[in-house]
């Protein structure tokens, strides 16, 4: 009998590796097949896409291989799967949210966003977005009457050797203080997102909600998942930024408050040091920056945001 290893795995050092004793005979066999499989796209006329078929056929057959995957295991899989897609609609990504709570999703944008001349850091898009959200004025008001603590947010949009990108469309959203998004009262409401365009200058402010941790969507599969594994469904507290101008490569991003209770626990692994920014907690009756008094708590946080050139 002899030891298979997947080589892998073995030459990145993954920890945990499972070694399993396969006779030679039956290797030669498992062998055979991947290449079989592999040849199939001989005659693929898009070379990227042979290169991606080839190299998802060799990982997965290596994953089965290495694990010796039962048939049992493999019909849970399947299984999960198709729950995934039952419970996926037009406003729910059962798909997103399980690419983001295994690292997939970070991992792509880490790959998708070299870093760059001091470009602002990317980080998981998330399963929330929507295109057809309000724009405000300069200044204005995202949250539409979301519950929430006030939060004044400003900064500029500029390239990375400081020159200011005015007219930068800067496209926000986020929860409310109970951790859900409008979309998830109903498909059509609009609350807790919008958009502006950054001044001339650069420059850009509106008013949000201080943001607050929040448990991803759990009642499917993928928190079933994440229940069974012994891991929490819980996000950091972030607000949502896309931020795209002419010539420049899209932002998709989140800041996330100093001192957050969750922080590195974010169960899609989406903080990064340098979006951790301190929103700064005024008393009641502090007048805010548009000269305005609040008879209740606000925050405050400045994130200055640098888009590296497209192409990059």
């Not at 040849?39 to 990227?48: G, K, L, Q, Y």
């Not at 409310?176 to 998830?184: A, K, R, T």
């Not at 448990?215 to 819980?234: H, Q």
Request: glycine share 10%; proline share 6%; net charge negative.
């Amino acid at each position: 009998m002899a030891t298979y290893v997947n080589p892998g795995a073995a030459e990145a050092g993954v920890h945990g590796t499972i070694y399993r004793e396969v006779s030679p005979q039956q290797q030669a066999v498992e062998q055979r097949l991947v290449d079989n499989v592999v040849a199939s796209f001989d005659a693929c006329a898009d070379p990227r896409l042979k290169e991606l078929m080839v190299c998802l056929v060799k990982h997965l057959h290596s994953f089965i291989r290495e694990v010796r995957l039962t048939e049992k295991e493999w019909g849970a899989a399947i299984d999960f799967l198709t729950k995934a897609g039952h419970i996926t609609d037009d406003v729910r990504q059962e798909f997103i949210l399980l690419s983001d709570t295994l690292g997939a999703s970070m991992q792509t944008i880490n790959v998708s966003n070299q870093a760059y001349q001091g470009a602002t850091e990317a980080t998981v898009f998330g399963p929330f977005f929507v295109e057809d959200s309000p724009q405000i004025e300069f200044g204005g008001d995202v949250a539409f009457g979301a519950p929430g603590e006030p939060c004044w947010v400003e900064g500029t949009v500029t390239d990375t050797d400081g020159n200011p990108l005015g007219g930068a469309r800067i496209e926000v959203w986020e929860a409310d203080e109970d951790g859900l998004y409008d979309v998830q009262y109903d498909a059509d409401k609009r609350a807790g997102r919008g958009h502006l365009f950054s001044a001339a200058d650069g420059s850009y402010r509106f008013w949000g909600l201080t943001p607050t941790p929040y448990p991803i969507p759990n009642d499917g599969p993928v928190g079933k998942m994440l229940d069974a594994v012994g891991r929490s469904p819980l996000r950091a507290s972030h607000l949502h930024f896309m931020v795209s101008h002419e010539g420049a490569r899209t932002l998709v991003t989140h800041i996330f408050p100093e001192g957050d209770p969750i922080g590195r626990k974010d169960t899609v692994f989406g903080v990064k040091d340098s979006l951790i920014k301190r929103f700064e907690r005024q008393p009641a009756g502090t007048p805010t920056p548009d000269g305005r008094v609040i008879d209740r708590t606000w925050s405050r946080v400045r994130f200055d945001i640098v888009l590296a050139p497209a192409g990059v």
